[in-house]
């Protein structure tokens, strides 16, 4: 990735892990549920006028806004109102990779191996550490909550994998006004009307902030930026950034809420944050990588250069030898051909007096005074004419022998019955035979 790529990366993360100690601001303000659909509806509006209409069916918005919107942040703000601790909350969150790969296996027929199969036990013991840590520490009732939003989470992850938007904002934007109005009902519901209107009368700069930090900061500017990422590399590059989230969840509440973090809760966070990439991270493929190093061709040993990485003798694969030394042997062979090639046309001029025909060109007429072979293939077996005609006088004066017909059929060049030469009087084809010895 490039470096400002990784940085949005580490900055949307960061941002998320904040997130977790606005959300306790939040709380302070407002009742959770109320809290929660205030969020969704400054999320979607005025985004739905920018972003265009949906790209995916509206039953993969209903889905996900309702898994996503009502369920997950609903129990995830009840939970944290119940004094579930923001720090914690950002690290039991994480569990959702072990739902989410639960779910797949069940709905997308995806049969989770033996790595992920380990990812999850170790995520699975480090929740139960963090269990036991909050049970004795605070009410395991937020704890529950928490757990069943990643729970929900999960499901959500199922569904948005079965929708695959192509635009991550656009969905998202439309997502977040689906919960608006059953959030609303379930407030009046649980909550009271009297409550919610006197925290929408106490209204200040402090729950303004909150509602437009996550609705606007970790929404739409967060999922906007990690679907441009997701667009430009893949899932798997991406992904493990998302591991940072309980790092700057945990150490934010500390500083700012001063929360505390004991040593069972580190070792929960070390248990979790092992399993969750065990099960979420991708298996690097040494095995395919050395198959493939081990399938690359050998340097040729004519003109090989020893200089060059790789291009010695290879004593590792079995056979080696016998095919290095039949392809040296082909090799060699077709170096002296090429040699052969160089002073084959000198030879056969001094051999020939005869230019090879060219295909489809008429035969040329006979003027020497020797007797035809018949036996020899390609030779014209008529008769010569007898007369003053057969000593050479049609061609313009006797026939040349000896030394002058040699200078004159060393000088014809191609014509020599000979194959088509290069620019140095060599076959055009030598030169690569060379270049691949």
């Known amino acids: 990735?490039?470096?400002?790529?990784?940085?949005?990366?580490?900055?949307?993360?960061?941002?998320?892990?904040?997130?977790?100690?606005?959300?306790?601001?939040?709380?302070?303000?407002f009742p959770p549920l109320l809290f929660c659909a205030l969020r969704f509806l400054v999320a979607a509006l005025p985004a739905i006028f920018l972003v265009g209409p949906p790209r995916v069916a509206w039953r993969w918005i209903l889905g996900v806004?309702?898994?996503?919107?009502?369920?997950?942040?609903?129990?995830?703000?009840?939970?944290?109102?119940?004094?579930?601790?923001?720090?914690?909350?950002?690290?039991?969150?994480?569990?959702?990779?072990?739902?989410?790969?639960?779910?797949a296996a069940v709905v997308l027929g995806e049969r989770p191996g033996r790595r992920r199969l380990l990812g999850m036990a170790v995520a699975l013991a480090g929740i139960a550490v963090a269990a036991v840590d909050e049970g004795t520490s605070g009410p395991l009732i937020g704890f529950v909550l928490v757990v069943a939003a990643a729970a929900f989470w999960g499901v959500s992850?199922?569904?948005?994998?079965?929708?695959?938007?192509?635009?991550?904002?656009?969905?998202?934007?439309?997502?977040?006004?689906?919960?608006?109005?059953?959030?609303?009902?379930?407030?009046?519901?649980?909550?009271?009307?009297?409550?919610?209107?006197?925290?929408?009368?106490?209204l200040d700069w402090a729950g303004v902030?909150?509602?437009?930090?996550?609705?606007?900061?970790?929404?739409?500017?967060?999922?906007?930026?990690?679907?441009?990422?997701?667009?430009?590399y893949d899932a798997s590059t991406v992904a493990p950034f998302s591991l940072l989230v309980p790092v700057f969840g945990m150490s934010s509440a500390a500083l700012v809420l001063g929360e505390g973090i004991s040593a069972p809760r580190w070792l929960a966070a070390a248990l979790l944050v092992g399993g969750v990439a065990l099960t979420s991270l991708p298996r690097l493929r040494l095995r395919r990588v050395w198959r493939g190093a081990r399938r690359r061709p050998d340097a040729p040993e004519v003109g090989a250069r020893p200089d060059v990485?790789?291009?010695?003798?290879?004593?590792?694969?079995?056979?080696?030898?016998?095919?290095?030394?039949?392809?040296?042997?082909?090799?060699?062979?077709?170096?002296?051909?090429?040699?052969?090639?160089?002073?084959?046309?000198?030879?056969?001029?001094?051999?020939?007096?005869?230019?090879?025909?060219?295909?489809?060109?008429?035969?040329?007429?006979?003027?020497?005074?020797?007797?035809?072979?018949?036996d020899v293939p390609g030779v014209d077996p008529r008769p010569e004419p007898?007369?003053?005609?057969?000593?050479?006088?049609e061609s313009g004066g006797p026939e040349l022998d000896g030394p002058e017909s040699d200078r004159r059929t060393e000088s014809d060049g191609p014509e020599s019955g000979g194959p088509e030469t290069g620019s140095a009087g060599a076959p055009a084809w030598s030169g690569r035979v060379g270049q691949q010895a």
């Open 65 to 103: 806004g309702l898994a996503l919107g009502v369920a997950k942040f609903g129990l995830l703000f009840i939970g944290m109102h119940e004094g579930m601790p923001a720090g914690l909350s950002s690290l039991v969150l994480q569990i959702q990779a072990v739902f989410t790969a639960l779910f």
């Open 209 to 232: 902030g909150a509602i437009v930090y996550v609705a606007w900061v970790t929404t739409v500017f967060g999922f906007g930026v990690w679907g441009f990422l997701l667009r430009t």
């Open 386 to 393: 007898d007369g003053p005609e057969s000593d050479g006088s």
């Open 157 to 202: 992850n199922v569904l948005t994998r079965k929708a695959a938007p192509p635009d991550a904002l656009n969905f998202m934007v439309w997502v977040s006004l689906v919960p608006v109005l059953p959030l609303l009902g379930l407030s009046l519901m649980f909550e009271g009307a009297r409550p919610d209107l006197d925290a929408l009368s106490r």
């Open 1 to 29: 990735m490039r470096p400002v790529h990784i940085a949005l990366a580490v900055l949307v993360t960061a941002l998320w892990g904040v997130n977790f100690v606005v959300i306790e601001v939040g709380l302070d303000h």
């Open 309 to 374: 990485p790789g291009a010695g003798a290879r004593s590792d694969v079995p056979g080696a030898g016998a095919k290095r030394s039949a392809g040296s042997a082909a090799r060699s062979g077709r170096s002296s051909a090429a040699v052969s090639w160089l002073v084959a046309p000198a030879r056969r001029s001094r051999t020939s007096t005869q230019p090879a025909p060219l295909r489809g060109a008429p035969e040329p007429h006979r003027t020497s005074s020797r007797p035809l072979r018949p």
